[in-house]
T-cell receptor, first 116, second 113 residues
Framework: AQTVTQSQPEMSVQEAETVTLSCTYD???????LFWYKQPPSRQMILVIR??????QNATENRFSVNFQKAAKSFSLKISDSQLGDAAMYFC?????????????FGKGTKLSVKP | EAQVTQNPRYLITVTGKKLTVTCSQN?????MSWYRQDPGLGLRQIYY???????DKGDVPEGYKVSRKEKRNFPLILESPSPNQTSLYFC????????????FGNGTRLTVT
């Protein structure tokens, strides 16, 4: 079974600085997608960025980028120029080829605080 | 605007009183799913649907029912709610049942007393 692990329950960053959130996963599948979701205090689940496993190039979305290391099964999220609105829970998630109920498997989350 | 709409946002009820949480998506997605989110347990899948009239159990289906009579709607039914079903519920949809990202509704905070 696939698992997703986020080893940092909480992180803190100064406004305008850069922070990296860690995520590792375990799978025997070769084709899968990885995602980072943001959950602000409003409780919405917002897709931040996605990475296709067969793509070598790391995904980037404005101030958000990932460091995808397939062999190491690592998928970290880097937030550059942190803003107060980035404060939220961040979830790393895995989705495979449909054999697992189409389920999105989530890590336990990292709570990010942004200090002004 | 492409979205997943679930209602209500907040619901307080008593043990045993049947309730339905509605979910609708306007993106013509094939796949829909329900999750519950609890502190320390993360998000867990309750039921999912690969397409119209095709539903199946997720990881925590006990006490819940679903139906998928139309592509856009996927209601969650609690026939006899109990306090252990107090939780934050999310409906989600995606284009297909694999690979594509899930789009989430805004959540329903359910309290069962």
């Amino acid at each position: 079974a696939q698992t997703v692990t986020q080893s940092q329950p909480e992180m803190s960053v100064q406004e305008a600085e850069t922070v990296t959130l860690s995520c590792t996963y375990d799978t025997s599948e070769s084709d899968y997608y990885l995602f980072w979701y943001k959950q602000p205090p409003s409780r919405q689940m917002i897709l931040v960025i996605r990475q296709e496993a067969y793509k070598q190039q790391n995904a980037t979305e404005n101030r958000f980028s990932v460091n995808f290391q397939k062999a190491a099964k690592s998928f970290s999220l880097k937030i550059s120029d942190s803003q107060l609105g980035d404060a939220a829970m961040y979830f790393c998630a895995y989705r495979g080829d449909g054999g697992s109920q189409g389920n999105l498997i989530f890590g336990k989350g990292t709570k990010l605080s942004v200090k002004p | 605007e492409a979205q997943v709409t679930q209602n209500p946002r907040y619901l307080i009820t008593v043990t045993g009183k049947k309730l339905t949480v509605t979910c609708s998506q306007n993106m013509n997605h094939e796949y829909m799913s329900w999750y519950r989110q609890d502190p320390g347990l993360g998000l867990r899948q309750i039921y999912y649907s690969m397409n119209v009239e095709v539903t199946d159990k997720g990881d925590v289906p006990e006490g819940y029912k679903v139906s998928r009579k139309e592509k856009r709607n996927f209601p969650l039914i609690l026939e006899s709610p109990s306090p252990n079903q107090t939780s934050l519920y999310f409906c989600a949809s995606s284009l297909t049942g694999n690979h594509s990202p899930l789009h989430f509704g805004n959540g329903t905070r359910l309290t069962v007393t």
